[in-house]
T-cell receptor, first 112, second 114 residues
Framework: QKEVEQDPGPLSVPEGAIVSLNCTYS??????FMWYRQYSRKGPELLMY????GNKEDGRFTAQVDKSSKYISLFIRDSQPSDSATYLC????????????FGAGTRLAVHP | EADIYQTPRYLVIGTGKKITLECSQT?????MYWYQQDPGMELHLIHY???????EKGDLSSESTVSRIRTEHFPLTLESARPSHTSQYLC?????????????FGSGTQLSVL
């Protein structure tokens, strides 16, 4: 069984929609939770970071962590065509935070 | 903004050839990483380095080798390429003194071995 499960999609939504992306995990020791965005033919870039449980908001993006359910989410409000990319969740547990465990990524397409 | 460069972007090569994938960063980061990414699959760590003359193997077994003679340079070498090595290779770096979670990635090298 994989440590991190992520629905690969693809997810296709109209511009302006609210998007929900999710990951589940099995290792209860994970403390650091991240979302990376990867455009086609580019490397991933860090979008959101959360330590332990709770919510974090940055503009149109909100990251949520529910450690009791081992479930993390990324919400995108007012989605734009420029949000079309693959979204990777990643997580790590101290002291091995050097070694992130990545999900396989969800491909998102936002059409005008 | 982060500056981490990988060359070549694309490489098509025959079986048995020796190849070196280049990775350089201009941020003075101590920690550098090589990941392998296949379509629809997770990124897997194949090598990492904590600084000059430090290299470690990652979680995914790989026939490649790395070296870290200079802080800014972390090349990956395959002595004899095989079709099973076909993949995307991503280099990343991180400054251990900053927020721990932020990895800066290069744009990757797409390797195809015929």
């Amino acid at each position: 069984q994989k440590e991190v499960e992520q629905d690969p999609g693809p997810l296709s939504v109209p511009e302006g929609a609210i998007v929900s992306l999710n990951c589940t995990y099995s290792n209860s020791a994970f403390q650091y939770f991240m979302w990376y965005r990867q455009y086609s033919r580019k490397g991933p870039e860090l979008l959101m970071y959360t330590y332990s449980s709770g919510n974090k908001e940055d503009g149109r993006f909100t990251a949520q962590v529910d450690k009791s359910s081992k479930y993390i989410s990324l919400f995108i409000r007012d989605s734009q065509p420029s949000d079309s990319a693959t979204y990777l969740c990643a997580m790590a547990n101290p002291p091995g935070y050097n070694k992130l465990i990545f999900g396989a990524g969800t491909r998102l397409a936002v059409h005008p | 903004e982060a500056d981490i460069y990988q060359t070549p972007r694309y490489l098509v090569i025959g079986t048995g050839k020796k190849i070196t994938l280049e990775c350089s960063q201009t941020m003075g980061h101590d920690k550098m990483y090589w990941y392998q990414q296949d379509p629809g699959m997770e990124l897997h760590l194949i090598h990492y380095s904590y600084g000059v003359n430090s290299t470690e193997k990652g979680d995914l077994s790989s026939e490649s080798t790395v070296s870290r003679i200079r802080t800014e340079h972390f090349p990956l070498t395959l002595e004899s390429a095989r079709p099973s090595h076909t993949s995307q290779y991503l280099c990343a770096s991180r400054d251990g003194t900053e927020s721990r979670e932020k990895l800066f990635f290069g744009s990757g090298t797409q390797l195809s071995v015929l």
